[in-house]
T-cell receptor, first 115, second 114 residues
Framework: DTEVTQTPKHLVMGMTNKKSLKCEQH?????MYWYKQKAKKPPELMFV???????INESVPSRFSPECPNSSLLNLHLHALQPEDSALYLC??????????????FGSGTRLTVV | AQSVTQPDIHITVSEGASLELRCNYS??????LFWYVQSPGQGLQLLLK??????LVQGIKGFEAEFKRSQSSFNLRKPSVHWSDAAEYFC????????????FGSGTRLLVRP
């Protein structure tokens, strides 16, 4: 299995809702990431988990709450979002850098619309 | 600070013509460099990557890229473009510190004329 699977593919939520985005990989990767991508822009890093521990939070508002329950799963919990949070949310994973096959694998994303 | 620059926002080529997309990076050490492609509304697909060794790297879909340390460049090339190559292309550099960060360029949108 060489994929990163993200669910749901599309999500519409109100500003008072609570929802979660899910990401799963079975490649044995020990680093996992959340990126946010606005239209016509490159992906922007939000969070990095390394060996199931949060290693980077790029000053993301607390209405986004990441969780890494195990080495294969990554969640992004959403609460009280704003319309400007509407974007494509991408999950990625990578191996340890010491391996020759090092690289990042991205999921197909969740298209989030906040109304 | 580390950065990646893609100077061309849009490029239009005719189907069958050759293609070169430019990428320049700013990083103190030898970087890990990547090219990704993204179709509208989709995730990112890895085209190729460079870590060390041979500076000409072959990727999927007939793409190749050449690492030139003296020019801090990692340009993407394809000898003959197909209509299905129309997409957004991102160059990226992985930081070799403990952060595991992947820094993206601003992207180049490729349009293909029939």
């Amino acid at each position: 299995d060489t994929e990163v699977t993200q669910t749901p593919k599309h999500l519409v939520m109100g500003m008072t809702n609570k929802k979660s985005l899910k990401c799963e990989q079975h490649m044995g990767h020990r680093a996992m990431y959340w990126y946010k991508q606005k239209a016509k822009k490159p992906p922007e890093l939000m969070f990095v988990y390394s060996y199931e521990k949060l290693s980077i939070n790029e000053s993301v508002p607390s209405r986004f709450s990441p969780e890494c329950p195990n080495s294969s799963l990554l969640n992004l919990h959403l609460h009280a979002l704003q319309p400007e949070d509407s974007a494509l949310y991408l999950c990625a994973s990578s191996q340890d850098r010491r391996r020759r096959t090092y690289g990042y694998t991205f999921g197909s994303g969740t298209r989030l619309t906040v109304v | 600070a580390q950065s990646v620059t893609q100077p061309d926002i849009h490029i239009t080529v005719s189907e069958g013509a050759s293609l070169e997309l430019r990428c320049n990076y700013s990083y103190g050490a030898t970087p890990y460099l990547f090219w990704y492609v993204q179709s509208p509304g989709q995730g990112l697909q890895l085209l190729l990557k460079y870590f060390s060794g041979d500076t000409l790297v072959q990727g999927i879909k007939g793409f190749e890229a050449e690492f030139k340390r003296s020019q801090s460049s990692f340009n993407l090339r394809k000898p003959s473009v197909h209509w299905s190559d129309a997409a957004e292309y991102f160059c990226a550099v992985a930081l070799m510190d403990s952060s595991y960060k992947l820094i993206f360029g601003s992207g180049t949108r490729l349009l293909v004329r029939p």
